[in-house]
Nanobody, 120 residues
Framework: VQLQASGGGLVQAGGSLRLSCVAS????????MGWFRQAPGKEREFVAA??????????VYADSVKGRFTISRDNAKRTVYLQMNSLKPEDTALYYC????????????WGQGTLVTVSS
């Protein structure tokens, strides 16, 4: 699985951005997709994830983004999105998408990262 993330940029606090992650390669029946971020001087942290259960999406969010960020997917386009609203300066980070094809964790499949900068 190869992942290509895009959509980062510079935005003022309170603004919105939508990140996209296009999957290619062996993308059939990927168990779960997610977004992570890494701020300068900090460790990479979980942001959101989406999996499929009975044909319905199941989503999980970090407490810090709950209510502001929404993860979704378009299977036809093999794309996962992260809609980010009410952005805060502390959301500034390099955002990575990741794939967990077998349900064994986000370990081996990562996109290249897209930079989000939120100015105050």
């Amino acid at each position: 699985v190869q992942l290509q993330a895009s959509g980062g940029g510079l935005v003022q606090a309170g603004g919105s951005l939508r990140l996209s992650c296009v999957a290619s390669g062996r993308t059939a029946n990927i168990y779960r997709m997610g977004w992570f971020r890494q701020a300068p001087g900090k460790e990479r942290e979980f942001v959101a994830a989406i999996r499929w259960s009975g044909g319905m999406p199941v989503t999980v969010y970090a407490d810090s983004v709950k209510g502001r960020f929404t993860i979704s997917r378009d299977n036809a386009k093999r794309t996962v999105y992260l809609q980010m609203n009410s952005l805060k300066p502390e959301d500034t980070a390099l955002y990575y998408c990741a794939a967990d094809p077998q349900g064994s964790g986000f370990r081996d499949f990562w996109g290249q990262g897209t930079l989000v900068t939120v100015s105050s």
